[in-house]
């Protein structure tokens, strides 16, 4: 441990993380995970507490991190990022001014119909002439992906607005109120999966992990122009960024390393990756310095780019 770690002490403290998502969702599951676990690896073991803060996209628990005092950590829908980017005006946060303490895990995202449906796969989604999907608020994940089928691979697809996050537009689907939705891949109970109650029709991220058919398409193989496949890399960026963690920049440095250090260790650590697989939950790190350098990527995006990224996740 460095000299600078070593300083900082959590002993009686209570460390926070604020989660910008209802329960039952993969931003929730990962802090969750993340609670139980990072204490341990902090000087002085303090205690973990949880408190979900959804509204406006997760935006609202990023401003409370903003005026939060120190120990406090706040996970939320990475995509809030590239709408502060392309959509300052909406979201007036600047996620430089942040410290991350790492991301446990790309969010591997897929796209799928029930079975229902009649859709088996992509060149079906795309013959059919209306597909309903569920959403959140503008500028969420599940409503960026969305607004990516429509725009750049031309699905004719109806938003639901409405539902509070994930866990709701599941129910939603089980009962027949959309046709199919976009989301993590480990948010998805495995017995849809195994069962067949969904086909799976794209795959957001190139990732591919245990159950998933490899022959399921990859979105950005299928985009043949150039500027399109850059305005996709840049509203795919937040599924690479995944499960981030981070803190107000204000943070004292001290705190910071023991955080980052703790988190860096907890990531590796033989009992954490076992509940995280028990859980169905991927395990792919970043340290909190490499979210920091690709976020300052993100801000360097041309303007071109930007400014088409911004009319489709606008929607």
């Known amino acids: 441990m460095s000299a600078l770690a070593e300083t900082a002490s959590f002993g009686g403290k209570i460390v926070k993380i604020i989660v910008g998502m209802p329960p039952g969702g993969g931003v929730d599951s990962y802090a969750r995970l993340v609670q139980r676990h990072l204490g341990r690896f ?3 073991s303090p205690g ?32 809030l990022l590239t709408e502060a980017i392309s959509m300052p005006e909406r979201v007036k946060i600047d996620f430089r001014n942040f410290a991350s303490i790492g991301n446990v895990s790309e969010d591997i995202r897929v796209c799928y119909t029930r079975s229902a449906l009649g859709v088996h796969g992509w060149s079906d989604l795309l013959a059919r002439e209306q597909v309903v999907f569920g959403a959140t608020a503008p ?6 992906d969305t607004a ?7 699905v004719r697809l109806k938003q639901v607005q409405g539902y509070a996050g994930s866990a ?7 009962k027949g109120e959309i046709d199919g939705d976009c989301g993590g891949w480990t948010s998805i109970p ?63 440095p001290d705190r910071l390393v023991a955080l980052r250090m703790a988190f860096d260790a907890m990531v590796a650590d033989a009992a954490f990756l076992a509940e995280a697989q028990r859980s ?23 303007a071109g780019i ?10």
């Not at 507490?49 to 401003?63: E, F, T």
């Not at 500028?139 to 960026?144: D, F, I, M």
């Open 48 to 79: 973990i507490v949880v408190q979900n803060m959804p509204g406006a996209g997760s935006l609202r628990s990023v401003m409370a991190l903003v005026n939060s005092p120190e120990d406090v950590v706040g996970t939320f829908s990475s995509s």
């Open 168 to 174: 709701d537009k599941r129910l939603a689907l089980e």
């Open 280 to 302: 169905g939950l991927t395990v792919t790190p970043m340290t909190g310095s490499a979210v920091d350098r690709e976020i300052a990527e993100l801000y360097a995006t041309p």
């Open 148 to 154: 990516m089928l429509r725009n750049l691979f031309g």
């Open 190 to 252: 495995e017995d849809w999966v195994r069962s067949s109650k969904i086909n799976i029709v794209l795959r957001l991220s190139p990732m591919l992990v245990a159950g998933m058919d490899r022959d399921v398409p990859f979105g950005g193989d299928l985009l043949v122009n150039d500027r399109d496949r850059k305005v996709y890399d840049f509203l795919t960026a937040p599924a690479r960024l995944g499960r981030l963690f981070i803190m107000p920049g204000k943070v004292a």
């Open 306 to 315: 930007l400014a088409r990224a911004r009319s489709i996740a606008a929607e």
């Open 139 to 144: 500028g969420t994940s599940g409503n960026v």
């Open 42 to 44: 902090l000087p002085g």
